[in-house]
Every structure is written in structure tokens, then in C-alpha cells.
């Protein structure tokens, strides 16, 4: 098994927890106290980071909420980045892929330059798109399979003439293409119908589970069909329902607390299944 | 028509050419005589830009490329873009698109904060995905239809059980997701007898045709089925073909020199269909 696999499965067992927290830290959404502090989206991250340590697993940072705010954005990105704990496994939202010599470049930079254990990427493209990200053995590169959002049933739920549907053609080529327990899909906690269908097909293969509490899934289904019979391979992804906490802050504690109270709820909630 | 479709549409006429330079800019291909300047991606970008300013109508920067030496490399990127001619269209080459509210991030990062022209965006996760982007309705935006690598038959090619394959099923939805003819596909140059089939299913539609040099595409056939009725719809990405000229350079004059004379001879083949 891999660097990144045991890495977080370590985490997932001595903790009891799915939790990864999505570090989608926008300015205008972050409390009014971190916004006299110099770096506000920085310090806000730290702040979540403190709060959630106990209960999360890995930490996922949704690239586009950094490269909208351009170089500043990437430097905050890049310090939080180098700020998590380093038992926590770390996820570049990027959902990136392009032709072979391209996502090699990609692979390069989220892997070798910033160092992330792990990384969305897009099948579209198809195999030769994918492959320089799966030649990373040690890293865990999720594959985007059956999201979250209305919008997957323009294409991914489409059936094909072979009598499966997109998603469950992805699912069955990326089980080809993993290297060494490297691969992983995302599948949305919207889904929580097909998401027993697809454990089934893909018993071992890891899960990234986003779309709990602003998108409506249930944290309870998404556990309980979500993980594998060893209960190691999944993560289920909280952003805004754990970082933008309901209220007003008076001080940086006053907001870990709340973070936290959200953590530990989500948290103990997972306990059940373990 | 938007602001982007008129600046490039007024450069195709007014040059007769449809070429768009690939800045795919890797240091470790560049040639040695940038290597002694203190930025010498950017030098390089440069000195390709002064070499086929007078026959190319747009540049595309590859993302990947930038992102790969992190901030330095999007510095680099920054400069490149703000070095560009006004009159060429700017394409960021980027394959982005997440759920809605992520997408939207993407979109202010590639067009209000870095101010492209144009991105391209990859369309998996259907039009919740792609509406932001949309909703940019002076700006282009390229979706990934029918690409030029050998991975396209794993599922872009794909029969589904309409009778159409995925990226016929694509072409169709983008053509009605549009807003103010801002839509464009991606449409490999190695994939010209489907090209002349999606141009006739789409005839208005903004056509980016990569390919051709390093991928093995034909300039002649992307220029002959690629084109609309007004030959003002398309864009042939040349890349390698280009930046990458044969032999070593003993001054930046020579190395300009002998990227113009590969711009000039593909301009020279595209007049031909005006």
C-alpha cells in the first residue's frame, strides 16, 4: 500500500473519523475579526486547522477559492498548505487532467512543487490523460465519478450502448489504471443510492464523499454506504458546513469553539460505524 | 456577438490566418541562450510573441506549464499576459469546472483577476458546472468536445444509448448553454473526419483545434473542415510545432528568426482557404 493510503488510514482508525474538512476559504465569507489580521484568509485557515485537528482526517484545499485571488491567493494556499499537520493527509481540489505531456506539468506541480498527498483530477480525456497522475505510486489521486451537483445527470448518469452508465465506465477503467492502491473517485453524498451500487462494484477502492451540509447529503447514509468492509477507505468532505459557522465572533477563540462544537458533531456521528 | 468574437474575428479577416500560438513553455525545452537571463520563460514567451505577432490571432497559455514552478512559474504566466499583443485574443488553456459556486471562482480567477479572453473548461459535470462560465457573455469559453489524444475512445467516444456518442452530446448541450455566442469547443486537428461532421452539426460555433505538429494532426484538413462558411469560427493551436525550432541559437535574433519562419509557413497554408 501507499504512502498517502497509510498515512490516512492510520488516521482514520486511531481517530474513529471520515472527517475531511474543505478549506474553501472565501474573503468575503470569512468572520469580520480575521479581516484587520494581515493575512485574513491565512489566519482564518489556521483557525479551522486548530479547531477541526482533533476530529478531521485530512484536509482538502478547494484550489479555485485561492487562484481566484491570484498570487496572494496562491501564497495563502501555499501556507496553509505547509501549516497542516503532518499526519493529516492533504487534498488538492483541483480536478485537473489534460493530454499526457500537460498533466505530467500538473502532476509535477501538486505533487513535487507544493507537495500535496493527493489530488481530484477529471476523466474526460480519458487513460493517456490520466496516467501521468497514476505513475505517482505513493500518492492518492481521486477520480471524479458520480458528483454531487444537478448537472451530473447531463453526461456522468448518461447510459452508454454497453449497458452501463458513464460514471460506472469510469468507475470499472480506473480500477484498471491504479497503481499500487492509488486510486480513488469522488462520489457525491447526493448520491446515497448509487453509492451502495458503486461500493459494491469497487470494494476496495478509496472515496472521497463531498457534498454533506450545504449540498444536502446525509452524513449518515454516506457512512454507512460509503465505507468498505475494513471501514478505512473513505473520506466524507464538510467545507461550509464546518468553517462558516452561524453568528458573529468577538474574538478568534469565540469561532474555534464554534468550528469545533461542528467538528466534534460530525464526528461523533461517524464514531457509529466503526 | 461579444467583445472576444469581435477582436478575434477582426484579426482572422485582417491577417487571414486562423493561428493561435501555443506558449506550452517548459525550461527544460527552452533554448540555452535564455537560461542566462534573470526570467527566462518569460524572455523566451517573449521573444515567440515578437516572432509571430504578425501571423498569429491568439496565444494560449497552458496552465500547466506556469503552475508547475508554482509562483514563480505564475508570475511568469502574469507577465507573459500582460506582454500580449491587445489586438490577439488570450486564451488560459486551463480545463477547469467544479461544482456551481467553485466554478464561479474559477471564472473570477481567469477573467476578472488574471483578465483572459477566453479558458478552456472541461464539461464532465454538466451545465451547473459550466454556467458560470457562462454567464461571462463578452468572453469565450472553450469546452472540451473531441480531443486529440489517444484516450478520447475511453469515453468521449463512447456510443451512448441515444444514438449519439458523448461528445456529440456534448456539442449539442453547449450549443444550447450559450449566452451571446460565447461558446466554443475543443476539437482535436488529429480527428478530422469527425471534424467536418461537428461543423456541420454546429455551424456557428467557435471552433479551438489543437494537434497539429507534435500530435500528428493535419493543418490542411483542420483549415478545410474546421473553418465555417465565413471562415471566422476557428483557431488552430500550434504549440511544440512552433516555440520548439530545430537547432541551437547563438542570439535571441537567430532563435526569433527561425520561430517566425514556422509561424509564417503555417500562416501561408491557412491563407489559402480566404
Chains 1, 2 share one sequence.
Not at 478509496?206 to 471501514?231: K, R
Amino acid at each position: 500500500m501507499n504512502a498517502a493510503r497509510n498515512k490516512v488510514n492510520e488516521q482514520i482508525l486511531s481517530k474513529k473519523s471520515l472527517l475531511c474538512v474543505g478549506l474553501d476559504s472565501d474573503p468575503d465569507k470569512i468572520p469580520e475579526i480575521f479581516h484587520s489580521m494581515q493575512k485574513p484568509v491565512l489566519e482564518f485557515n489556521r483557525a479551522v486547522v486548530r479547531a477541526t485537528r482533533e476530529h478531521a482526517v485530512a484536509y482538502k484545499l478547494n484550489m479555485a477559492f485561492y487562484e481566484s485571488r491570484g498570487i496572494e491567493g496562491l501564497l495563502d494556499m501555499q501556507s496553509t498548505l505547509e501549516n497542516l499537520p503532518s499526519e493529516s493527509l492533504s487534498i488538492a481540489d483541483a480536478k485537473r487532467a489534460d493530454i499526457g505531456n500537460t498533466s505530467r506539468k500538473y502532476a509535477e506541480a501538486f505533487f513535487d512543487h507544493w507537495g500535496f498527498d493527493a489530488l481530484t483530477v477529471a476523466p474526460y480525456m480519458g487513460e493517456d490523460s490520466l496516467e501521468p497522475f497514476f505513475d505517482y505510486d505513493q500518492k492518492l489521486i481521486f477520480v471524479l465519478c458520480l458528483t454531487s451537483n444537478p448537472g451530473s445527470a447531463d453526461f456522468e448518469e448518461q447510459q452508454l450502448q454497453s449497458g452501463t452508465s458513464l460514471y460506472q465506465a469510469v468507475l470499472s477503467k480506473v480500477q484498471r489504471w491504479e497503481r499500487n492502491g492509488n486510486a480513488g473517485i469522488v462520489v457525491g453524498a447526493t448520491k446515497s443510492s448509487q453509492l451502495r451500487e458503486i461500493r459494491k462494484a469497487a470494494p476496495g477502492l478509496f472515496f472521497l464523499i463531498p457534498g454533506v451540509g450545504a449540498q444536502g447529503g446525509s452524513l449518515q447514509e454516506s457512512a454507512a454506504f460509503g465505507v468498505d468492509e475494513n471501514s478505512q477507505a473513505a473520506l466524507i468532505n464538510v467545507s461550509r458546513g464546518i468553517i462558516y459557522p452561524e453568528g458573529s465572533f468577538d474574538s478568534i477563540e469565540s469561532f474555534e469553539d464554534a468550528v469545533s462544537v461542528k467538528a466534534a458533531r460530525l464526528h461523533n456521528e461517524m464514531q457509529s460505524i466503526f
